[in-house]
Structure formats: C-alpha cells, structure tokens
C-alpha cells in the first residue's frame, strides 16, 4: 500500500522518532480532539500519519489540499457492479482525521489510511443481506460510517445494559465513562473533561494518554464491546502500523477512535492478525469524495458516529476565541432575519445568563445547555418555537460541503454537474422553493432536468403547488441535496453517460416492466415532462398493446387522466402529441362503451370508487375535447350520452346516478327544472332511504361544489330538506354517515347559510330577497349588466376569443339565477 505523493521538505525531529508508533485517540467529529490532535503533531513531528479510514482512498489524499475542496465531504466507496451497496466515511473541518490529513499534507509528510479496506466492508454486507434473504442497498444504514460499524467516535454506539464479559456485549464508552465519572449526560461529560479544555498546554500527549488508560479499562471489562468485526478491523491496523514503522524512521502517528488504541497497543504476531484476516469476502470497489452536510453529521439522520450538534462543534471549533459570545451573535442574527426584534442588550444579558448558569453547575464553561437555557429565556422569551429554529439551522446547521471538480467521478456525474453550472441550479443542503416559467428557455430546461433526474431516483427535487398561478407553464419545486443522492447518481449510471441518455434509457426499461395501464400512461407523462421525445415511441407502443388487452373498466379509467393530462403539455413544451391524442381517443371511447355494464351492481365501496372514476373520466374528455391532438369533436357529445344512460338506469348505484345528473348540470345539457324532476323522483317514499342518501352524496357531495348550488337553487334544497324530515326514525341512523359525509364537506360558511336558509323555510329566501330585507348579494332576478361588466376580464384570463363570449354569457346567467 503506497503513500500518497508529497514533497519532501525539512523539518525538524520530533518524539515521533522514539520507541514505539504514536497513538492519538480522537473522538470522531470532536473539535477538542482535533485541536489536540493538531498539537500533538506539532510536538511529535512524525515521519508519517496514520488516518482510520479505508486503504482505497490513499490516491484521494492530496485532493484534500485542493482549495475548491471545503468540508464536510465524505469518501464515498461502492460495489463497482452494484453501486447501491456503498458505505461513507464523513469528515468535518473539526474531525480529527481531517485535521491530521490536512496537517500531513501541509507538511509534506506522508499520510495513509488503515482500516480495513472498503472492499472486505462492502462484501461484508452483502454476506449479510444474502443471507437475510434481502435484496436491498445498505445505504440507509450506511454500512461503513469510516468509525467502524456503528463507532460513535470513541467506540461502539451502543445499550450499556449488559453484563461484562459476555461476547454480546454492546457498549457506549463515552456513557460508562460519563456515569462512572457521576454525569447522567455524555455529551455533557465530553464537554467538560475535553472540549472546554486548552490544547496544547504542557505535554501535548497527555489527553490521549489518560484516555488511553480509561479505553484499556473499559476494553479489559468488555473486550469487544459488542462489534466482533472491530478485531478484525484492529488486526489489519496492526499490520499496517508495524508495516510503516519498518518504512518510517522518523516514527509514525496513528489517529484513529479511542476504542482502538489499546487494541493496537496489544502486542501479537503477525501470524495471529493475519489469520484473522484470512478467507475475508472481498467486491471490486471505487472511491471518491463526494460532499456532506452538517445535518447528515447529526446522530438523528441515523448515522452511526453521529452527534448532536455539528453546528455547535463546528463554531467551537472555529471560534479564535470568545466562542460563547460569538455564538450568542449568531443566533440573534438568525433570529433578526426571522423578525424577531433582538437586540444587542440581549446578547449581553444571555451571555451573562449562560455563565451564571455554567458557574451554577459547576462548568468550567458555558455549554451548550446552558447557552440553549439563556437563548430560550433572554431572546425567545421562554418559547420552544423559535428556539426549534436557532436548533435546526445553527445547532445542527446546513452547511453542504464542496469537492474539486478533479475527483473521480462517474461519466454521469460529470455530465450532471455540467448541467448544474450550464443553468444555475447549485445544489444546496438547506430546502428552498424553485418557482419556474416553462415559457422562458433557462426555466424550461430546468424542469426537464429535474424531471429527468426523478425518473432516474435521483430525488434532488419534488414537485410542489404553485402559490401563484396554476397553469401549465408554471412549475414550483422543492430542492434539497442529501449525500446520498451521489450514491443514486452512481447507481443511475447504468443507464447511460449523460442525464439525457440514461433517463431515455430508464424510460424504457420501465415502460417494458410495467404491471399496469395506468403505470405505463403515467411514464408516457413523465416522459413528456422530462422531455424524452426518444423514448415516446417505445412508451406509445407498450402504452397502445396494453390498451388493447387490457378489459377492466376500472383500469381505463384511471389510466385515461394522466394521459390526457400529458396532451396539455404540447403547446408549452413544444412537444408532438399527435400520438398521444389519437391513444387517449381510443381509450375514451372503450370506456364509453365498457362503463354502463360495468357500474351495475356495485356494493357501496366499489360503487363510491367507480364514482371517483367518473370524475376523472369528465375532467379528462373536457380536456380532450378541447386538445387538438385528439382530433376528435364528437367525444363530449359521446360522454354526456353516457352519462344520460347512467343518470337514468334503476341498476347504477345512486351515488353514480346522482353524479352523472350533476355533471350533465354543470355542463348545461340538463335544465335545472329536469334536475329538479330526477332529484323529486329519487326523494320520494318509495325509494329506499338508503339509496336516496347515496344519490344526494353523489349529486352535491364529493367536493364539487354541491353546497352552493343549495344554496342558489331554493327548490332543490327544499326538495332534500322534504326528504330529510320525512325519512322513518328506523331508517334514519342508517343514513346518516352519508349525510354527515356529504354536508360535512362544506365550507363552514355554505353549512351556516344552508342553515339559515332552512330555519327560514321554503319560499321565504325568494320573499325577502325580493322585498330588499334577505340575504345580501341576491336579486329575484339576474343582473344582465353587472353580469356583462365582467366579461371582458374573464376573457382575458381564460385567454378566449370574443366569439365565445355568448357561452361564457350563458354560463354566468346560470350562476346569477
């Protein structure tokens, strides 16, 4: 194993030349001990630096130097043929192992990584899925965390709750050692013994000397704590440590987990470590840095060697002195842009709080309890609200680390970061909104890319609703970039060299392994979204076979939206769907003809279901009437004949009858007083109560605006209100799940005129209207010319010509009356 290539340079000797390796024992992520660690180089002067960390990565050292580099970044290894069983090795500015690496290569001193490699790792735990009988990525559990398999820094995460001894044992070091030294807090304890104390004051190795003394108690106590996996990890250390003292004579520095030290201090043979080693599962691997985020640092993402608050360790860390003051600062600063009024006697008063409280609790300094107890009573004024922001965004914190753009990185990488830079989309750790106008070029290419990348599993952004207008040439997004997403980007590199070819690539291997209609009509949209005119003709294909086999009503029904909603994305996107319209006509028209036959009969969960078919059917031949693509005029003529056939037949559910009457009533092909007819006869005593509420759900239930045309139509709310008095005591309790499904829907200012119009009775509202003492806002008759003032608005919103002036003029009368 070689070391990476430095140039060489004077520099003096230090106590690394003595007897035997240095052994630093760090606390990953720890801001104490990468200031230890840094003055503990400085003193020692060693030959070459030892880092805990996987051998691979020794190429990938000097990059650390390279100033577009910026932590937190993570070593990112993966299976070369499967890239989604991969492992991290986080670094932060304040981890110990960086602060080594950076030090070593500042120096010109050689520095190695020498735990054991990533390819034992990651074949590790595909032993162990294997025989779980799971096919899934590790990823989520992170199977490596570059601290061992779940090393919290000092040693293993674990439940103290066991006996000594036994080989199950599973520990937290830092925990036995905060109880035994009277803490009911490791974080607290670890504060106070290392991160509030100075580094480099007298003998710079003392820290890890006493350290090394509580591991090697702890070790004689618990042996392995737990993880059986660390021996072998710690024997493949060994070898590497005698290899680079026979290499080295100006001595050798080892930084690495403190549960490790006395490990490798342990005196064995070499025979012994190598037969531990023996017969190991190894993988083909590749390895790069790839960035990291603060928030992914924090034990609450899961992440084995987490802490609680990156954020605060890496303003300790940063600090050059004061640090209770300057964090003080910072968080009134966040609180100001939040407008929140802090001002700078707060600042004071919640330092001096903070130190009272340190003083009061026998702290060598304030912590960070004691300055979340300050901020939460001086700034927040004693809310938890607040104080959850100052956690979320300075405790913990979103800061995204950079990597140069020389690191190995997979062709698809590559071509994704072109595409970042080429349209201004910095990926950031903090979730923000992206608002997009698809009539602007930039904009537009912005959506396919994302679009594209969310085909790929790559969900950098998620679709979002709009808070300004709703037309098909407005996007909103809500972009967050995750670690991870590397790692969907290496395992979307299968599918091609660039974003465009791999999503084609995608596409259609998705389309051919499609279970579903609706499963293939939903790619063909995402495919148009996407910008995918290559893979459209595969799509199409797959899409027109299924169509034509497939028999269930249900299944065109629910395909037959998605699809029609994707002829909307034409005209926008400049993309042909002549295709696709000529599919969604064919489709139309078997769930025409296949629908009457198949609403007979339904019990009341398929008849509500077939019921919410039937919307979208209407939403999507409205759509489809209206597409050029389609080519096909007649459709809504054909539609409204199905719904007449649905309206009419004693064997449809009522709530389907009573829906078809409703669209045909909104649509204008059916007279209010025929509504009223249709409605008289399903209320009458011989209809069963049952099926009567079932129609009114479907008539002015389901969200469509049922409760305001009661409240404009007097007739048919006395119709129901009729119906209602009269059900039989017997029948009511039956009926009245439906009715309290269907009114409870209604917004709380519908249900309160409703009831004022029935406490009224009928023929009253008409009365007082009339006579200038109802209700405000109603006439007796309509207004023609308040009515007409707003057309020419209207026109100019829905984009309409003048010669559709006379329908709008229609449809506004029929709201008016």
Known sequence: MGGNQVTAVERPVGRAAEAGPVLLGVRHHGPGSARAVRAALEETRPGVVLIEGPPEADALIPLAADEEMRPPVALLAHAVDEPGRSAFWPLAEFSPEWVALRWAVEQGIPARFIDLPAAHTLAW??????????????????????????????????????????????????????ETAGYDDPERWWEDVVEHRGAGEGD?????????????????????????????????????????QREFEDGVAVVCGAWHVPALRQRTTVAADKALLKGLPKVKTDMTWVPWTHRRLSRTSGYGAGIDSPGWYGHLFSAPDRPVERWMTKVAGLLREEDRIVSSAHVIEAVRLAETLAAMRGRPLPGLSETTDAVRAVMCEGSDVPLALVRDRLVVGDVLGEVPSTAPAVPLQRDLARLQR????????????????????????????????????????????????????????????????????????????????????????DAVAAEGLADVTALAERCLLAGLPDALPTVMRILADRAALDTDVGHLAQALPALVRSLRYGDVRGTDTEALGEVAAGLAERVFVGLPPACAALDADAAEEMRRHVDAVHGAVAL????????????????????????????????????????????????????ARLMGLVLSPGTPPADAAAWIEGFVGGGSGGGMLLVHDEGLLGLVDAWLTGVPAEAFTDVLPLLRRTFSAYEPGVR???????????????????????????????????????????????GMDEEDQEGIEKKLMGVAG
């Open 204 to 244: 710079a190795l003392a820290p890890f000397t006493a350290l090394e003394e509580a591991m090697g108690a702890l070790r004689e106590t618990y042996g392995s704590g737990g993880h059986d996996r660390d021996l072998v990890r710690e024997a493949y250390m060994r070898l590497q440590v005698r290899a680079a």
């Open 422 to 509: 080429r349209l201004r989309l910095k990926p950031e750790a903090l979730e923000r909104e992206l608002e997009l106008d698809l009539r602007k070029e930039t904009d537009s290419a912005r959506s396919r890319l994302l679009h594209r990348l969310r085909l790929l599993g790559i969900a950098w952004g998620e679709p979002a609703a709009s808070r300004g207008s709703t037309g098909t040439f407005r996007e909103t997004w809500r972009l967050r970039w995750e670690p991870e997403l590397s790692v969907r980007v290496a395992e979307a590199g299968v599918w091609g060299t660039t974003v465009l070819s791999a999503a084609t690539a995608k596409a259609e291997a």
């Open 624 to 675: 489809l009437g209206d597409s050029p693509a389609a080519g096909h005029g007649h459709l809504r003529a054909r539609w409204q004949s199905v719904l007449r056939v649905l309206a009419g037949r004693d064997t449809v559910p009522g709530v389907i009858r009573g829906r078809a009457v409703r669209l045909l009533l909104d649509d204008g092909e059916l007279a209010q007083d025929e509504a």
């Open 752 to 798: 309160r005129t409703l009831g004022e119009l029935v406490r009224r009775g009928p023929g009253a509202r008409g009365g007082a209207a009339a006579a200038g003492t109802g209700l405000p806002g109603f006439a007796a008759e309509p207004d023609p010319a308040r009515a007409d003032a707003v057309l020419p608005v209207l026109r100019l919103l829905l």
């Open 125 to 178: 735990g595909r032993q162990e899925d294997e025989a779980a009988g799971e096919g899934e990525s590790p990823l989520d559990a992170e199977t490596a965390d570059g601290e061992g398999e779940g090393d919290d820094g000092a040693g293993p995460d674990t439940a103290p709750d066991t006996a000594p001894g036994s080989a199950d044992v599973r520990i937290d070091p830092l925990g036995v050692l905060a």
